[in-house]
């Protein structure tokens, strides 16, 4: 598996990253990018569709009855801005989630409005622009350019932005954008739903693609889906830092995916997952997490009587900043783990003299 | 919307979306260039790189009459490249405060490869960091390249960067992009240059405004125009929480005269007369000082300062009402019929020698500031 995806899957993978990156998502609503997700897991799923909660999950069913649930999951809302007041000269008041505000002076976002439009706006310089240090975002307006009369009747309290820019190729398989957080991971898991059907392979559970809302504001959105679902086995994807000088360095761009070992990963399962693209040969790296992973799998993991969970990454550069740098590769190579992880994988492996009391992870 | 601001969005699109870092307006100047080609009587080309572009109007004047507006744009020039592969660039005449380029996109202007200003995961940060921006004479662009080696395919020492900024038509008759400081101008300039004119006319589209003025003085010496006018835009601090005193313009209030750039003052009397239908004056100290450009090469010109409402000067959303901007171009033609009739009454030979230095009085002038 060290052959690079060829320049149609790339090319492919460009335009599906494309249309997730450019969907609108911020938490709390994730809506448009919940479209985009269910029309690419369409094609390669038994069933699937956008619950209650705007959750997205699409189903592969084992035919088998009483079929064990495995979820493979990765969150589709991404950081943002939200509009808190409009003052009476047409400037917006607004609110972060997630977000360094140094990114905030000059910045461009694109408010998705009540009926859907989508209006650009940009965040207002300090009184100082030269000064260094970060103005409070109390001090800083979001401007539409529009007179105050449109302002008011297009944009209301509560409406969101997302970063504009769309997503465009940086280098040689290198893609630059915002909301790679985590559309990049949804885009490896719809990757293994198309393996999965091409390859024809028949698996021991019932597998489940799920694009869940609200990640980052703590993971509500896949905490419903497991408790619907009661899932034996649920592995979040999602993205993990590489800046340069972060200490932890079994991770690279374009180096596969990375995954998690400890924390809010289940040692027999991640065990499994490693040994899998060992076997593979698939180019990834790990990293250590010693107490919480900061992903969905926090959440899930204890969710009813607690559900196994594990943690697989993408590489990705500036996190939650406008113009988050991944390699497409990587994205590709992640779906290939998981199909082979699926493939090969025991729903008891690590169960058997388990009692109740055994803690998994750390924390006791 | 009428065909003419159709066609006035569709110019500023094309000029904001070209790059030209002072130094390096070529692209511009090849667009203006074609643009002018068919009607103008004649081109020069100066030896700092200008264009300067005759049209005849149904009158010769007495002396030269010249309109001029920058082609450059504020940007950055790639100093050094480091290991890592990121590009060390350097803003040219510290184009752009900190706060705007933390996390933003640039490009490359010789082959348009495009990178973003590093802005690390918050997660990583420390509350020191989250506090300060980096300082402007550490910035880096990162272009994706693994080394300096894969950098240096496609990156050389020297290399002229811009923002890499979309070009937006809003709603309510509004426009947002890049470069607007100049490129608006040179908008109003070629919209004014498509109509029949009331005397010949000479439209300097200049060089290296942003850093010092040289390309406008130069325009000065070339033409030795009778009357100079600078075409530039004034910052719209209009925004909540602002005063009447720091607020500069506010956009949708047309285009109009600016009683003092940052070193020079319009002509007392062009400006009262140019100024007699309706137009506004400012006191604009913006950035730039292109009428101190003329005041060095045209000081025996009548000198006056036009300019239009920008607001958030200087990030890639610059913002300006197409209202003003056609205002401009309106004034700009009153302002060339102005020009004509005080140059055809002035003595031939030029004894008001100090109009450059003497502060206007038009409506809401402040006479008797102090120059700096």
């Not at chain 1, 980052?216 to 592995?235: D, K, M, Q, T, Y």
């Not at chain 1, 993205?239 to 995954?259: M, N």
């Not at chain 2, 090849?30 to 009607?39: L, M």
């Amino acid at each position: 598996m060290t052959d690079y995806i060829t320049e149609e899957e790339k090319n492919a993978l460009f335009e599906q990253l494309s249309a997730l990156s450019g969907a609108f998502g911020v938490t709390g609503n994730e809506y448009g990018a919940a479209a985009v997700a269910e029309r690419l897991l369409a094609p390669y799923t038994d069933e699937v569709r956008t619950d209650k909660r705007g959750n997205v999950v699409g189903i592969v069913r084992s035919g088998i009855e009483d079929a064990p649930v495995w979820v493979f999951d990765a969150h589709i809302d991404q950081v943002g801005v939200q509009v808190t007041g409009i003052s009476d000269e047409g400037f917006l008041g607004f609110t972060d989630i997630g977000l360094d505000e140094r990114l905030l002076p000059g910045q461009v976002f694109s408010i998705a409005t009540r009926t859907g439009e989508r209006i650009p706006a940009v965040v207002t310089l300090p009184r100082d622009p030269f000064a260094l240090d970060v103005p409070s975002l109390h001090t800083l307006w979001l401007d539409t350019g529009m007179p105050a009369e449109l302002v008011k009747e297009r944009v209301h309290i509560g409406d969101f932005a997302a970063f504009a820019g769309a997503l465009y190729e940086i280098a040689e398989g290198r893609v630059c954008g915002p909301a790679l957080d985590d559309r990049s991971c949804f885009l490896s898991i719809a990757c293994f739903a198309r393996r999965l059907k091409e390859s024809g392979a028949r698996l021991p559970a019932d597998i489940v693609f799920s694009g869940t809302v609200r990640e980052e504001i703590g993971g509500p959105g896949a905490a419903a889906v497991a408790a619907g679902l009661n899932p034996s086995l649920f592995v979040a994807l999602d993205v993990c830092h590489v800046e340069p000088g972060s200490k932890e360095d079994g991770k690279r761009l374009g180096g596969g995916p990375a995954i998690a070992l400890g924390g809010d990963s289940d040692d027999v399962v991640s065990k499994a997952i490693l040994e899998t693209a060992r076997a593979k040969d698939i180019p990834h790296g790990t990293y250590a997490i010693t107490y919480a992973s900061g992903t969905n799998a926090g959440t899930v993991r204890v969710t009813g009587e607690g559900i196994r969970c594990a943690v697989i990454s993408v590489p990705l550069l500036y996190m939650h900043a406008p113009n988050e740098i991944m390699s497409l590769q990587d994205i590709a190579w992640a779906g290939e783990l998981l199909l082979h992880f699926a493939t090969r994988f025991k729903d008891d492996e690590g169960r058997r003299g388990y009692r109740a009391g055994d803690g998994e992870g750390g924390g006791k | 919307m009428t065909d003419s601001g159709e066609k006035l969005i569709a110019l500023l699109k094309t000029l904001s979306e070209l790059s030209g870092v002072s130094n390096f307006e070529d692209e511009v100047r090849e667009y203006i260039r074609d643009f002018t080609a068919g009607s103008a009587a004649e081109i020069r080309e100066t030896d700092l790189g200008g264009l300067l572009v005759l049209k005849k109007g149904r009158k010769s004047p007495k002396q030269p009459i010249v309109l001029a507006a920058g082609m450059d744009e504020a940007g950055f020039l790639v100093k050094g490249i480091e290991s890592d592969g990121k590009l060390r660039i350097e803003a040219v005449d510290e184009a752009f405060p900190p706060s705007v380029l933390f996390g933003k996109r640039l490009k490359l202007a010789r082959n348009g490869l495009r990178g973003v200003v590093p802005a690390k995961a918050i997660h990583l940060t420390t509350r020191e960091e989250r506090g300060k921006y980096p300082e402007t004479d550490k910035l880096l662009m990162d272009i994706s390249r693994d080394s300096d080696k894969d950098a240096e395919k496609v990156a050389r020492v020297g290399d002229p960067v811009v923002l890499d900024a979309e070009f937006f038509e809003l709603a309510g008759g509004r426009v947002a992009g890049k470069a607007f400081e100049t490129r608006i101008p040179c908008s109003q300039l070629l919209t004014l240059f498509e109509r029949e004119l009331p005397y010949d006319t000479w439209f300097a589209f200049t060089t290296r405004t942003l850093i010092g003025s040289s390309g406008t003085t130069s325009a000065g010496r070339m033409l030795k125009p009778g009357a100079a006018v600078s075409v530039s835009v004034v910052q719209a601090l209009d925004l909540p929480g602002v005063s009447a005193h720091e607020r500069g313009a506010a956009l949708g209030e047309g285009a109009g005269i600016a009683i003092r750039d940052r070193y020079a003052f319009s002509d007392r009397a062009f400006a009262r007369e140019a100024a007699a239908a309706h137009a506004r004056f400012f006191s604009s100290d913006v950035i730039s000082a292109r009428l101190y450009g003329f005041l060095e090469g045209a000081p025996q010109a009548k000198l006056l300062e036009v300019d239009t409402p920008v607001r958030h000067l200087r990030t890639p959303f610059e913002t300006a009402a197409l209202s003003d901007i056609e205002s401009g171009v309106d004034l700009l033609e009153t302002v060339v019929a102005c020009a004509g009739e005080i140059l055809e009454r002035a003595p031939e030979s030029g004894d008001e020698t100090l109009t450059g230095t003497e502060p206007a009085d038009g409506p809401g002038g402040k006479a008797g500031e102090g120059d700096e």
